[in-house]
């Protein structure tokens, strides 16, 4: 018997980088899970991989429509989840002074509006003594240049942890998030030129107390210890960042 048989799992954000890993891990460990992304094309491929305890969902996390939507096929499909793991998220690298409304909006309604109703309509379907874990960023706690509205939406995900975990305890239910420093899964790549990039990374690299960048499996085993192992912890957030936020 696998260490997580019969788990239900969402994942948010499964499809790429810290979601396909934790959706990898906690599948070969027995779950069924059910992950979500906005790309039709993404969400065929990490089906694929994942294979058939795998259900690839397109979903905005940006949406309160598809969030709805989200809910009844969570519902269909499963009944009731042991884990809500929400993770979709997205970084747009730009000064303070040249911030403009529109990705301001865009930041903070996919990484802290979209997760707020995400939590809010499935936790209805979460089973007593099920827990919710969100991925916030060491950012949440630390000035760095460029991503001004990224580490604002991470500090708002992080103090919702709080708030939701105070009002999900009495249903048994425990709310932590998971805090990632640089983790290889090329969302560097995604949003910067490749020369900028390189860059940044070699500049984190060189920044971190351990010289690397972390791998999305670190940040899912940790998912893993506090969606199921972690019984007596709720509200608190992890850091996952090879000593970046504390040394
Ligand atoms: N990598 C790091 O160094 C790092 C550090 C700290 C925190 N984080 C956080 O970790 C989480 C995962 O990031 P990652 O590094 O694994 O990046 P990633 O590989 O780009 O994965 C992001 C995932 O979120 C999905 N997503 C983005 N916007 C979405 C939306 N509006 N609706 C639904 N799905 C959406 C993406 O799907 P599509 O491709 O279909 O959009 C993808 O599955 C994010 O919340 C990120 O902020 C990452």
């Known amino acids: 018997m696998e260490r997580h048989d019969g788990k239900r799992v969402v994942i948010t954000g499964g499809t790429s980088g810290i979601g396909l890993a934790t959706a990898k891990l906690l599948i070969s460990q027995g779950a069924r899970v059910l992950i979500t992304g906005r790309t039709e094309a993404t969400l065929e491929t990490a089906r694929e991989q994942l294979g058939n305890n795998a259900i ?125 420093g640089p983790i290889e899964t090329g969302i560097l790549d995604k949003t910067l030129p490749s020369d900028v990039a390189a860059q940044t990374k070699q500049a984190m690299t060189e920044n971190n107390p351990m010289k690397r960048f972390g791998r999305p499996e670190e940040i899912a085993k940790t998912v893993a210890f506090l969606a199921f192992d972690a019984t007596f912890t709720t509200g608190a957030e992890l850091a996952v960042d090879g000593g970046g936020s504390q040394l």
Request: no cysteine; charged share 20%; proline share 5%.
């Open 56 to 180: 690839a969902v397109e979903s905005d996390a940006a949406s309160l429509a598809d969030i709805d939507r989200l809910a009844d096929r969570v519902k269909s499909e499963f009944g009731t989840i042991d884990l809500l793991y929400v993770n979709a998220g997205i970084t747009r690298f730009m000064p303070f002074e040249a911030m403009t409304e529109a990705v301001y909006d865009e930041v903070l309604t996919v990484n802290a509006k979209g997760p707020y109703f995400t939590v809010q309509k499935l936790a209805p379907l979460i089973a007593e003594g099920g827990a919710v874990v969100v991925t916030t960023s060491v950012v949440n706690e630390m000035g760095y240049p460029m991503i001004s509205a990224y580490s604002a939406s991470k500090a708002a995900l992080r103090s919702m942890v709080r708030s939701l975990a105070r009002e999900l305890l009495p249903r048994g239910i425990r709310v932590n998030a998971v805090s990632p």
